[in-house]
Each structure stands twice: as structure tokens, then as C-alpha cells.
């Protein structure tokens, strides 16, 4: 069980403010500082850096912060566990974002899930930072996502790397000829929403370009990875897509993949948990039978 000092600053750190997290936690503010300062003494180092009346961790807080988070999940998972011993039944929860979860995993998850009979499975769908979210607090085990994160927070192995393409109705018609990036954006881009891993890959190469997504003449910002398809099927934009998501259309006509001299990216898939977790073991192996 962790210490209260360690709630309490853990507290701090998600309400980045002193007055707020006492409330959270019905103490004084008096005492939610003699918490922060009892830990500063504790591990020789400042936590936190107060600057224009604004909160910011240390290097050292952010370090305490991880192995709090880390220790804090793993005892709910503990708990967890332990109540499941009582039924002989294990229940593993973990999060996929939408384009792995509806066209890479389900093969191997089918698998895993018939060599595990005994096993219950609750399967979070999300975009990456809703899922590295749930990781920090502990409402799910491990995820698989495709989006960008601070490594050093979390074990991490590559799931697979896909293709990423730019993609158009089989049937659709460019006002002008295409050969690179810059000749799209007079197209309506069909893209999804902020924290998708899909979006953020699109953000990155298109800012290595000194382009971005606001230079397309019109956006459909979408939340759902079938609706995005079903719209380029209908002819009603373009889309950046990973190519396991549009293969099938792709291999009958009905979409396209649209050929750019300067875009050929392949992205990771990433198979994460929180690092220095006690479980460590275990989610390896789930990787294993996974892959």
C-alpha cells in the first residue's frame, strides 16, 4: 500500500496544484505542503518547480511520479488478482486503438483467446492518449498503440510496422496531376481526431515538410475509422491511412492508393506497459503468444 505522502503528491502531480489536490483529498493545503516537503527529505531532491504561480515536476518528481504511478497500478492489479484466485478465473484488460484493434490483432487475438479458456478479456478501444491514459491510471494492464509517447515511461516492443499510405476513391478525379504531398492539398482531407496515433503520424511527416493540416483546402474530422473508409468509398475526400486498414478495398477497386514521389512512411505498432512494473514478466509472455 503506498504511503499517504505518496498519494498525496501523486495528487499534486495530476492536479499540478496544491489548493486542488487538497480538496481532492479533504486535507489542508498546509498539509498536502508538509507531504511534498517530508518526500523533498526524504529523497534529497527538490519535486517540484514553482515559477509565476505555476507547478512543474523536477527531473527527480518525474522519476518519483513514474515509480508511484507503476507501484500504485500493480498493487490494484494485486487486488485484482487476489479476488480472482477466490473464483479460478483471471481476467486481463487491455487497450487497442481503433486501426489495430479492428484490422491487425484479431487473428492473433482470436488464438490467444482459445488457449486461454479460463481467461475473461475486456478490451478497451481508444485513440493513443486516451489509452496511455488508462496506463497511468491503472484501468488497464498493457495496450497496443500506434501513436507517439515518452519511451522512457514504458516497456515497450514492437507489435508489427505498417505501411502508411494516402488513399482515394477508385473512382475519384484530380483537377490537376499528383506527384507529391503538395499537390493534395486543394483535396478535402478526411482525418481523425486529436490523440489519434493516425492523425499525429500524418502531423509529423506532413511538419518535416513545413506543411500541415490546416493547408488542405477542407477538413472532415472524423472519430471513427469505418466511417473515414466508408466516406472514401463514397468518394468524398482523401485520407492518410495505415494501408491494413484499406487492403481489402484496395485489392477490389473500390479504393486506391494514391503514388507520391516524397511520402513513403512506415510506422510501429507498439505493444506497452508501465515500466518497472512487477508484472513485467507476465505481459512479455502475452507479447510472445500475441506477435
Known amino acids: 500500500m503506498l504511503d499517504f505522502r505518496a498519494e498525496t503528491f501523486l495528487a499534486v502531480c495530476k492536479y499540478m496544484n496544491f489548493t486542488h489536490a487538497a480538496d481532492a483529498l479533504n486535507l489542508t493545503q498546509p498539509a498536502v505542503s508538509q507531504h511534498i516537503k517530508y518526500l523533498e527529505n526524504r529523497y534529497h531532491a527538490p519535486l517540484f518547480l514553482r515559477e509565476n504561480k505555476k507547478l512543474t515536476l523536477t527531473p527527480a518528481g518525474e522519476i518519483l511520479r513514474s515509480a508511484l504511478e507503476t507501484m500504485r497500478n500493480d498493487e490494484t492489479t494485486i487486488e485484482e488478482r487476489m479476488k480472482e484466485s477466490l473464483s479460478a478465473k483471471k481476467v486481463l484488460t487491455f487497450g487497442v486503438t481503433m486501426t489495430i484493434g479492428e484490422y491487425a490483432i484479431v487473428p492473433a487475438l482470436s488464438k490467444f483467446v482459445k488457449l486461454h479458456p479460463d481467461t475473461d478479456f475486456h478490451i478497451r478501444y481508444g485513440n493513443t492518449q486516451t489509452l496511455l491514459s488508462a496506463l497511468h491510471e491503472g484501468t488497464i494492464d498493457f495496450a497496443i498503440v500506434e501513436g507517439y509517447f515518452q519511451k522512457e515511461m514504458y516497456e515497450t516492443r514492437v507489435y508489427r510496422t505498417e505501411e502508411y499510405i494516402a488513399v482515394a476513391s477508385g473512382n ?49 474530422e472524423v472519430e471513427n475509422i469505418h466511417t473515414i473508409v466508408s466516406l472514401l468509398r463514397h468518394d468524398c475526400g482523401i485520407a492518410f491511412l495505415y494501408k491494413a486498414a484499406v487492403e481489402e478495398e484496395i485489392r477490389s477497386g473500390v479504393l486506391r492508393q494514391i503514388p507520391l514521389s516524397d511520402f513513403m512512411v512506415k510506422h510501429d505498432f507498439t505493444f ?14 502475452i507479447f510472445e503468444e500475441l506477435k
Not at 272 to 283: G, H, Q, R, T
Open 172 to 220: 475519384h478525379h484530380f483537377t490537376k496531376s499528383v506527384h507529391t504531398l503538395s499537390d493534395l492539398t486543394s483535396e478535402r482531407l478526411l482525418v481523425r481526431e486529436p490523440g489519434s496515433g493516425t492523425r499525429a503520424v500524418l502531423a509529423k511527416t506532413l511538419a518535416l515538410k513545413n506543411m500541415s493540416i490546416r493547408d488542405f483546402a477542407h477538413i472532415i
Open 272 to 285: 506497452l506497459w508501465n515500466k518497472n512494473s512487477i508484472f513485467s514478466k507476465e505481459y512479455e509472455e
